[in-house]
């Protein structure tokens, strides 16, 4: 059954003319958001692999880019052998550089070499900027996995000018980590909002480490962050790594499986808001070194 302006009707009609609606109303454009990771780096994989299969559920395509250069990055155990930089520098086609990692999500690596080399190379710059446009999806999200440590992906202006968002654990080691890869991001790219994904998290620590933390930078770097809630600790999100499967699919109803569906939520209809400076930093929860 076909709706009016063509949209499809399938088993759930409430649900369609909805999608159907959003997609009429957005004007198309890929968003792009960076992680930056202060969690291990197989949670991390989970949490970008778990947030696309949420957002593909709500009609978006997603790209997964890595920009690591790390050999745990999101794209490590596809061994990928084309990559945007070749294509950048016409040793492959564009099709190429894309891998089918399930319906709606592609995985895709940036380059073989770190972009720091090319830092004063501008043409080249340009040439895998352009690269990385063409090779967005219409309309839906590039989630790039960023590792400030390896590299500097963000001296392509695409990157530097999308959303940032930091993965970040209750640990108090963590939360210093995901604080000094704000810093340093800020140092290059100037005053700018961030967002922080409380991962093993009830919601109740989530709300408290993410005022702190907001405190501190609001306070030491003029920089608002962004709360975009927490992923609860849930052995049902391990279940589904060992089938192979995203939570979403495997066990639906799941504590993760909603956590991620209400964050997908929040970046398919933009509603992301800086959050208020709050008082004194709290004396229970662990203290941020500036």
């Not at 759930?12 to 999608?19: M, R, S, T, V, Y």
């Not at 109303?25 to 990771?37: A, C, D, E, N, Q």
């Not at 352009?130 to 001296?155: A, I, M, Q, W």
């Not at 890869?181 to 989530?206: D, F, N, S």
């Amino acid at each position: 059954m076909i709706l009016a302006h063509g949209i499809p009707m399938s088993r759930n009609p409430g649900l369609d003319q909805a999608e159907g609606l959003r997609r009429m109303l957005t004007p198309v454009v890929t968003r792009r958001i960076s992680f930056l990771s202060a969690i291990p780096p197989g949670q991390k994989n989970a949490i970008l692999l778990n947030l696309a299969a949420a957002l593909v559920q709500m009609g978006s395509d997603v790209h997964l880019l890595d920009a690591s250069q790390s050999a745990q990055g999101i794209s490590a155990k596809a061994q990928l052998q084309v990559c945007l930089s070749d294509v950048a520098l016409q040793k492959a086609e564009l099709a190429l550089a894309l891998h089918e990692q399930g319906q709606g999500i592609h995985l895709i690596k940036l380059s073989r070499e770190p972009l720091n080399q090319l830092a004063e190379q501008p043409l080249a710059l340009e040439s895998l900027s352009k690269t990385l446009r063409e090779l967005s999806p219409e309309t839906g999200f590039c989630l790039v996995d960023t590792h400030l440590s390896n590299d500097n992906p963000f001296l392509l202006p695409e990157l530097a000018e999308g959303d940032v968002v930091v993965l970040a654990t209750v640990s108090a080691d963590s939360i210093k980590a995901a604080y000094s890869q704000i810093k340093a991001l800020h140092a290059q790219l100037g005053r700018r909002p961030y967002q922080v994904l409380m991962v093993g998290a009830t919601p109740q620590q989530a709300k408290l480490i993410q005022q702190n933390m907001n405190q501190a930078a609001n306070l030491y770097l003029a920089v608002p962050l962004t709360s975009l809630g927490s992923i609860p600790v849930d052995e049902y999100l391990l279940r589904a790594v060992q089938l192979g499967r995203s939570v979403i699919e495997a066990f639906p109803m799941a504590g993760a499986s909603i956590a991620f569906r209400a964050i997908a939520g929040q970046l398919a209809t933009k509603t992301l808001g800086v959050t208020t400076p709050t008082p004194a930093l709290s004396s229970h929860s662990a203290k941020i070194g500036v």
